[in-house]
Antibody, heavy 123, light 108 residues
Framework: EVQLVESGGGLVQPGRSLRLSCVGSGFTFDDYAMHWVRQAPGKGLEWVSGISWDSGSVGYAASVKGRFTISRDNAEKSLYLQTSSLRVEDTALYYC?????????????????WGQGTMVTVS | DIQMTQSPSSLSASVGDRVTITCRTSQNIRRYLNWYQQKPGKAPNLLISGASSLQSGVPSRFSGSGSGTDFTLTISSLQPEDFATYYCQQSYSTPMYTFGQGTKLEIK
């Protein structure tokens, strides 16, 4: 079974940092680009960041650029999101998401496998 | 940036109804339009990619169509398990994978 499991969320004060992690299983992790997508309570989906299979290409939404850093460790089948200078508006459920068909970032593939999310509350 | 406009934002329908949700983009995205279903407390689930390609395991009552700037998601005969929120998403103008604001489908 293809699975993504996130961890690392929690309650944090504004201005502080948090590192989110995601472990993939059931697929060849380094065959795919990976993404983070977030959802504020009661709101819609917002793409946050993406990374190519080899970490050679990364991208960020304007709302987090300069504050968040995406990375991955293919040997550990893990994806990370280092968040810093957190704001109240960063409060959201953060999903780890597998790219639907490409090693490359950016790609034009859909986002085909989603984890259950890890909640970040900035207050 | 490409703007996504979904309509309606909410919809009440009955089991057995045919339902159509529309997604309009501010620029031509060819067929790089995807649809997701999200049930309360659950992660989104990819239903349709490339405007009309049904994902494996998704019931055939779901279909997608469109190209350019106008797209539709149709559910031919609503089932109880289809009541959820639906999102469109463009993957043409990356790296900004823009989502629509969502359509909440409720039981009438």
């Amino acid at each position: 079974e293809v699975q993504l499991v996130e961890s690392g969320g929690g309650l944090v004060q504004p201005g502080r940092s948090l590192r989110l992690s995601c472990v993939g299983s059931g697929f060849t992790f380094d065959d795919y680009a990976m993404h983070w997508v977030r959802q504020a309570p009661g709101k819609g989906l917002e793409w946050v960041s993406g990374i190519s299979w080899d970490s050679g290409s990364v991208g960020y939404a304007a709302s987090v650029k300069g504050r968040f850093t995406i990375s991955r460790d293919n040997a550990e089948k893990s994806l990370y999101l280092q968040t810093s200078s957190l704001r109240v508006e960063d409060t959201a459920l953060y999903y780890c998401v597998k790219d639907g068909g490409s090693r490359l970032f950016p790609s034009r593939s859909a986002l085909d496998i989603w984890g259950q999310g890890t909640m970040v509350t900035v207050s | 940036d490409i703007q996504m406009t979904q309509s309606p934002s909410s919809l009440s329908a009955s089991v057995g109804d045919r339902v159509t949700i529309t997604c309009r983009t501010s620029q031509n995205i060819r067929r790089y339009l995807n649809w997701y279903q999200q049930k309360p407390g659950k992660a989104p689930n990819l239903l349709i990619s490339g405007a009309s390609s049904l994902q494996s395991g998704v019931p055939s009552r779901f279909s997608g169509s469109g190209s350019g700037t106008d797209f539709t998601l149709t559910i031919s005969s609503l089932q109880p398990e289809d009541f959820a929120t639906y999102y469109c998403q463009q993957s043409y103008s990356t790296p900004m994978y823009t989502f629509g604001q969502g359509t909440k489908l409720e039981i009438k």
